[in-house]
């Protein structure tokens, strides 16, 4: 017997589901519009730290990413990180980042981390504006790896096309202070 | 394997293979004759610039031919022929109705970079089958035009610009070398008039798996129309079903103050 809660609940997972395969489409397409030649820091994949314990409050990924490091200057990366969920969120957000690393990430284990450009964003900075690329202040656990960083954020269902992407990437490197690789 | 996946039925392992992937996809699409969609396919198969400016595979077989692939007679899909430099995916040949012949080497990749770099790189090595198709097993004509075409599933520049600086990059290195992606052939059927019933359904086929897969552009995310609207008041079904029997609950109990979630 149907319940109307359980198909209420199944039509939401279900939005939940597209809304990934959207974002999965997005971080490939990623790679045409950011700093060329590049690598991928962390290869295919896209999050971490998502629990499969049996005893968990939820099993959804927090967010995903996708880090290209400049083959020019590795110690540039673009990167690009959609959070789903966070008390702070009214709703999804996608940011777009350049970080300048003190050593090549690809060469150190451990000087990237998936989640820097989610922890130059959130604590969400009071007066912080969607649309405007800004210059992020490096938590102090993050000073040791990261040299610099600048982001841009957008509400995720504001991207109409993965050309958006260029138009901020723009934003941010113009953002940016010159760094070798650099493109803009 | 496609028609099982379309479907919902798949070996989760499997779908990582990119073997698999060639396999589904080629295997299928190798029944479409020469035709619209194997070129608006190489329409969209672009090298890296020469004299600052891309060309299309097709425009390279157009220049070299003098036709396009369409006016071919027929197509033979050759799956990992042997050579000595190596085994590649796909080797696709048109032939018939020209004089020249056109042989498209296909190397495919999923999410996984060049099986090898450096001075054994995969791509350069691919580049030299294409100058001794004689020693193809089976052989295939030494006079027809050879290009070849890696295809993935993210943007593959920086690969193919290693291979060709390993190859020695030259114009005719660029002029040979072309990328596509996965999500390129949904593009391609998507401009495709298809030539028969039976194409249609193959096309279709084909288009349903790669959409299954993901294997599309970004292409906007979905309207809010098509999101499912839920209220907060909706979450109030949580507490439809009553886990206790409300009369069977002792009302003599002191209110507690629930800051005690929040001490040290």
Redesign the interface.
């Known amino acids: 017997m149907p319940t109307e809660a359980g198909k209420k609940i199944y039509e939401c997972i279900k939005a939940v589901c597209r809304m990934h395969a959207s974002a999965s489409k997005l971080l490939k397409d990623f790679d045409k519009y950011a700093t060329y030649p590049s690598i991928s820091v962390f290869q295919n994949t896209a999050t971490k730290d998502r629990t499969n314990a049996a005893s968990a409050s939820y099993w959804m990924p927090e967010g995903v990413f996708r880090y290209l490091s400049c083959k020019d200057n590795p110690r540039l990366v673009e990167a690009i990180t959609v959070c789903f969920l966070d008390n702070e969120l009214e709703e999804p957000v996608l940011l777009l980042g350049q970080l300048e690393y003190t050593k090549d990430p690809l060469q150190t284990r451990g000087v990237c981390d998936g989640w820097d450009l989610w922890y130059m964003y959130f604590p969400v900075r009071t007066g912080w504006i969607h649309g405007a690329a800004d210059k992020c202040v490096v938590p102090e656990d993050r000073a040791l790896r990261i040299q610099s960083a600048t982001l841009i954020s957008v509400p995720l269902y504001s991207i109409e096309r993965a050309e958006d992407i260029s138009t901020l990437l723009k934003k941010v490197r113009a953002n940016m202070p010159a760094v070798p690789g650099n493109v803009e | 394997m496609l028609v099982a996946e379309i479907h919902g039925k798949y070996v989760l392992e499997a779908r990582t293979f990119e073997d698999y992937l060639t396999s589904a996809v080629f295997g299928h699409l190798r029944y479409i004759k020469p035709g619209s969609f194997w070129d608006a396919l190489f329409d969209i198969a672009v090298s890296q610039p020469i004299e600052l400016t891309v060309i299309t595979a097709n425009e390279r077989i157009r220049k070299e031919t003098g036709c396009s692939l369409g006016s071919f007679g027929a197509l033979n899909a050759l799956f990992w022929p042997e050579h000595k430099e190596g085994i590649p995916d796909l080797i696709l040949h048109f032939y018939g109705n020209q004089p020249r012949s056109v042989v498209i080497l296909i190397e495919a990749k999923l999410?996984a970079?060049k099986s090898s770099t450096g001075e054994h790189d995969q791509l350069a090595k691919y580049l030299r089958i294409l100058n001794s198709l004689q020693d193809l097993r089976p052989p295939l004509p030494s006079d027809a035009l050879a290009l070849a075409v890696y295809l993935t599933?993210?943007?593959s520049?920086?690969e193919i610009?290693?291979s060709l600086n390993q190859y020695g990059d030259c114009d005719q290195a660029r002029q040979r070398l072309f990328h596509l992606q996965w999500?390129d052939v949904i593009r391609a059927i998507d401009m495709t008039m298809p030539a028969s019933e039976l194409d249609a359904q193959i096309l279709g086929d084909v288009r349903r798996f790669l959409h299954k897969r993901?294997l599309?552009?970004?292409?906007?995310?979905?309207s809010?129309s098509?999101?499912?609207f839920?209220l907060e008041i909706?979450g109030e079904?949580?507490k439809?079903e009553l886990l206790f029997d409300v009369d069977s609950i002792p009302t003599d109990l002191d209110i507690i103050d629930e800051r005690w979630m929040h001490a040290n």
């Open positions: 999410y970079a599933a993210t943007d520049r920086s610009i290693e999500q993901n599309e552009y970004f292409s906007g995310m979905e809010a098509a999101i499912p839920v909706d079904f949580l439809d």
